[in-house]
């Protein structure tokens, strides 16, 4: 599905990732893991096309994207719920759930695509007036997963998307993630530090340190010893 190789990203003459090589298959899920500022969330951003300059190859579905535009990368397939949500406050729920249909790759999904949205997070249905402003930081998140899969992604990039959560809903949040995958068949990247949702979720790690891939392999190679020496504070 994603194959990334020698990956380098900059922020401006700043290079922030070097030469990450990782992938993921057809709806595979892979948690990229790691202590705060290693490059997380710079290499969700060099997937979707937010970095100043990357070098390297990014392949989706064995199709080169590296040079490709934000806005077509997300017609190619790429759904991406970033670290703060990046709900837009004044814009109502409604509103922000059609933002994420103007990308949407197949125009007559729409009917479908917003069943399962309200199927996932029924209580979008109930408040498609309210401004996303005034939702709960765990409403806000639905909100942007929910935005997200109205593109009809093939794969989808979370930014720690239970951070700041209201505890009873982080669970409703993370069977949600599982359900994307294994029922829907989305691929998902996940950001997350919670290693123990990311042992029970993921098929496959990466973790991150000062930009380049210190471990990986399959989940169940994640010892505790790799996340005393990479996590540890």
Same mark, same amino acid.
């Given at each position: 599905m994603l194959e990334i190789k020698n990956l380098s990203a900059f922020y401006g003459n700043s290079r922030a990732l070097q030469n990450v090589t990782l992938e993921v298959g057809e709806a595979g899920f892979l948690s990229v893991l790691g202590r705060n500022g290693v490059g997380k969330t710079t290499l969700l951003r060099s997937i979707v096309g937010l970095m100043d300059r990357n070098d390297g190859s990014i392949r =989706?579905?064995? $199709? $080169?994207?590296?040079? *490709? /535009?934000?806005? &077509?990368? #997300?017609?190619?397939?790429?759904?991406? #719920? /970033?670290?703060?949500r990046g709900i837009l406050p004044q814009f109502t729920v409604r509103e922000n759930l059609k933002l994420g249909t103007f990308a949407r790759r197949? /125009?007559?999904?729409?009917? #479908? @695509? $917003? &069943?399962? #949205?309200?199927? =996932?997070f029924p209580v979008l249905k109930e408040f498609l007036n309210r401004r996303g402003g005034n939702l709960s930081g765990g %409403? %806000?998140? %639905? =909100?942007?997963?929910?935005?997200a899969m109205l593109t009809n992604p093939k794969i989808v990039l979370l930014d720690e998307p239970t951070e700041g959560i209201q505890p009873n809903l982080v669970e409703q949040i993370e069977d949600v993630i599982v359900r994307l995958n294994k029922e829907h068949g989305i691929t998902i990247i996940l950001v997350e530090q919670d290693v123990n949702f990311a042992r029970r979720a993921s098929r496959s790690f990466v973790i991150i340190e000062k930009g380049h891939v210190?471990?990986?392999? /399959?989940?169940? *190679? @994640? *010892?505790d010893d790799l996340v005393h020496r990479h996590m540890a504070v």
């Open positions: =989706l579905d064995g $199709e $080169e994207i590296a040079a *490709t /535009p934000t806005h &077509d990368r #997300v017609r190619h397939g790429i759904g991406y #719920v /970033p670290q703060g197949n /125009p007559g999904d729409a009917g #479908v @695509l $917003e &069943d399962k #949205v309200f199927d =996932l %409403q %806000q998140q %639905q =909100l942007a997963i929910a935005r210190a471990a990986s392999g /399959p989940i169940d *190679t @994640l *010892t």
